[in-house]
């Protein structure tokens, strides 16, 4: 479900305009849509339906409170990265038992934390980590729960920056050392095993990975049964490509894999294990579902160059900037005009300050709105103050209604 659409050449999301939203709040302003939210929840749930599973929301995509509040309210899971991620998720109302802790370097005040907090499970990245964790637990008298990160050396053909499961990357333990440690936390009094976790990248395309991926855990947990350990759980970590050239409903599905044919791909492979399966989703939940609003301050034109300064700007997104990530953008008001290339930038000083280059656009004039499209993850969760300039507000939809989830930050002048 994609919830944006053009009525009468306005751009809506669910039954709101959103030259509305940004004439009653100002921008930038970040907007998110319940219904889309709710719905893509709703079916990378149902379509694991077969499995015991459970669907950890990861946190680092968006952790607006009034979002995490709704997605533990339907029953998910988290997937922290930080003591102050755990910190959020807790406060939201997410039950300790559902929280999973990744991060190839949490600090013992962040392992403690996890630890006294009684979550699911510690995700641990290294050796030297998991022999810090069951020293912390024993010196706390506890029993930290713990799963072992493995990095398969398994090439997701994406963004180098994407990638986190390929044998030159910084995240997870080899296979060859994981059995050893496992073998060796079997033995420690401070350590319970629970399962086996991977991740292997964000924006996968394909659902060839996450076989090779449930094929590889497979056969490690039968391997390691055969010396005596147990796992409760396997958790699969997220990536579940999301499309961004498709913005509008009537384009199709927001996912360039479905999530049913992920299960498809990863329920007869564990299934025989016994395990439950875990999935950290984050972007393809919240990222179809948001978009950053912006004004156009400015035309400006040198040689051989149009550019539309605009006041959203990379404090607000990075992603174009950081990644060179494509996000489409629309005006609110559509029709007629004739189209131009142009860059789309802001008013940071840095010559990569910039929504899109080169992008064929309807001719717009100053005042006129736009939204960057597909910005519901790694938006706001990557703002900054730099240059002085205060974080956007944030704006929830629900069908014709829309309220205030984060007030914008208050300008220094």
């Known amino acids: 479900m994609i919830p944006y659409s053009y009525r009468d050449n306005r751009l809506f999301c669910e039954e709101t305009d959103l030259a509305e939203v940004a004439r009653q709040y100002g921008t930038p302003a970040y907007v998110y849509s319940k219904a889309g939210i709710t719905g893509n929840y709703a079916r990378i749930d149902a379509a694991f339906a077969a499995a015991p599973h459970l669907v950890c929301y990861a946190l680092k995509a968006n952790a607006n409170p009034a979002l995490l509040k709704m997605m533990a309210e339907l029953g998910a899971g988290a997937d922290v990265v930080s003591g102050g991620e755990l910190a959020q998720a807790l406060a939201a109302g997410f039950p300790a038992q559902r929280i999973v802790f990744a991060s190839v370097g949490k600090t ?103 076989h090779r991926m449930a094929e590889t855990l497979a056969a490690f947990v039968a391997d390691l049964g055969k010396a005596g350990i147990r796992f409760e759980h396997v958790d699969l970590g997220g990536g579940l490509g999301v499309d961004y050239t498709k913005v509008l409903g009537e384009q199709g599905s927001p996912w360039f894999m479905e999530p049913e044919e992920m299960a498809a791909q990863v329920i007869p492979v564990l299934q025989p294990l016994g395990c439950e399966i875990l999935l950290e989703p984050g972007r393809s939940i919240v990222g179809p579902n948001g978009v950053l609003l912006s004004q156009v301050l400015y035309r400006k034109e040198t040689k051989g160059k149009k550019f539309l300064v605009v006041d959203a700007a990379m404090s607000d997104l990075i992603r174009p900037s950081l990644y060179g990530a494509y996000h489409a953008i629309l005006p609110l008001q559509a029709g007629g005009a004739e189209l131009e290339t142009v860059d789309v930038v802001g008013a940071i000083c840095e010559s990569g300050d910039f929504l899109a280059k080169d992008r064929e656009l309807e001719r717009l004039q100053r005042g006129d709105w736009l939204a960057v499209m597909t910005a519901g993850a790694y938006g706001y969760t990557l703002t900054s103050n730099y240059n002085a300039r205060p974080r956007p507000v944030e704006v929830l939809i629900d069908g014709a209604t829309h309220s205030v989830i984060r007030d914008r930050e208050p300008s220094l002048f």
């Not at 912390?136 to 729960?145: K, R």
């Not at 398994?154 to 180098?160: L, M, Q, T, Y």
Request: hydrophobic share 45%; with cysteine.
């Open 108 to 210: 013992d005040a962040e392992i403690r934390f996890a630890i006294r907090s009684g979550i699911l499970a510690l995700n641990v990245e290294s050796r030297e980590e998991l022999e810090v964790t069951a020293r912390l637990a024993a010196e706390m008298g506890m029993t930290a729960p713990i799963a072992l990160r493995i990095n398969p050396d398994i090439d997701i053909e994406g963004h180098p920056y994407l990638t986190t499961g390929k044998s030159a990357n910084k995240f997870g333990i080899a296979l060859e050392e994981a059995r050893a440690a496992y073998l060796w936390a079997a033995e420690q009094n401070s350590l319970k095993i629970v399962g086996v976790h991977c991740h292997i990248g964000s924006m996968i395309k394909k659902s060839d990975p996450y």
